[in-house]
């Protein structure tokens, strides 16, 4: 069994941690100690640097002939109540009526649609290409590819070039949940295996797409299966360095087929956050996704390993489905804000981690401006000092 300063020892000399170490700190009871470790590593790879985007998500349809335990949006049939699937036209309005201030991504994630042609996924990327060139189309999660190469029989390979034709530009890290047989079996065992789900993502990346990962966490799942599923993820990264970021999704219980388990705690989500950004050393960011960890957690990972925010979003679905007592969107101002008085440096990115905009930091945290305004102000108004 190792220590804590076995392992602060191995995090400074850059040594790589093992599944004993990770067992060991997500069992820690000082998370502070867990969550200091991991903004070593988070400052030593970024300083005070946290990205955030101008994105946009769209979800065409929630019709699904998967039936994911944790699913609270997926409907399986057309024409049951509360299916929707989008005309075309009516997804690339969702873009039209941005364009005075248009995001720079589109992350569509949708359900397994038995009825679509695949014509409607390439007019669909095609569409919003049309109205923005420069769009940067992240796209079908690889569980949605499976679906696709097994439903439209095709090789992985030619989905790919197929959607690359049409404008596709990376893929998103969503049907991840848990690799480890063990759990995958009992929460979602019709669709892509954890096997699946990494070779579709080690093809995406062998054709020149870079790709994101998540781990749906705080369900029915072991510490043991969270390390399984980080070394099957930091495995493949070792042989293709195609993954950007990992995020971690903390599991929304309402409306599906686990609510009677409780939503995991605050607590559990940063040292999910830590652990990750210790375990995974060869992704360059932790995402702390604001809409599952609410804006509030999210703020405060950015202290526990997180170097991210994801964006804007605009009109999220998945997790409103589920509970999520998240907006459905953020302003720019919001997240700028959020990161600032987090004491850290706003870097408004694009989807590949270039950089759009550097903000300025706080000259302190902001709040504490308005602290130091609001004494000011009371100073001239004859108020305390
Ligand atoms: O795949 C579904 C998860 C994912 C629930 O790549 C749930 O940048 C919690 O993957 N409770 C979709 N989670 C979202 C996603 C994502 C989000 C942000 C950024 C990126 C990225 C990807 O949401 C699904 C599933 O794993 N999910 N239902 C639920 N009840």
Redesign the pocket.
Known sequence: MPTLSDIEAKVSRGERLVTEDALFLFNHPDLLAVGQLANRVREAKHGDRTYFNKNMRVEVTNVCVAS?L????AKLEEGSPGAHTMKLEEAWRELETRMDDPPSEI?I?NGLHPGLPFSYYEDLIKGFKRIKPDIHM?CF?A?EIHFFAQHYKMTYEQVFEKLKAAGLDS???????IFHPEVRSRISDDKATGAEWLEVHRIAHRMGLR????M?F?HIETFEHRVDHMQRLRDLQDETKGFQ?F?P????????G?KNLPAPTAIDDLRTIAVSRLFLDNFDHV?A?W??STPDVAQIALRFGADDL?GTIVHET??Q????TSPQGLSYAQLVRLIREAGRIPVERDTLYNVVKEHPRAAMPEAAVKVKDRKAHLHVIGGAS
């Open positions: 994911c944790f699913c609270s949006f992350h994630v992240k999660t569980v893929l998103p890290g969503g049907g991840a949940e790709t994101n990962a998540t749906l705080g970021a995020i999704l903390a599991f929304h219980p309402d409306g599906n686990m995402k996704y809409v599952s994801d998945i997790y489905a589920a509970g999520s």
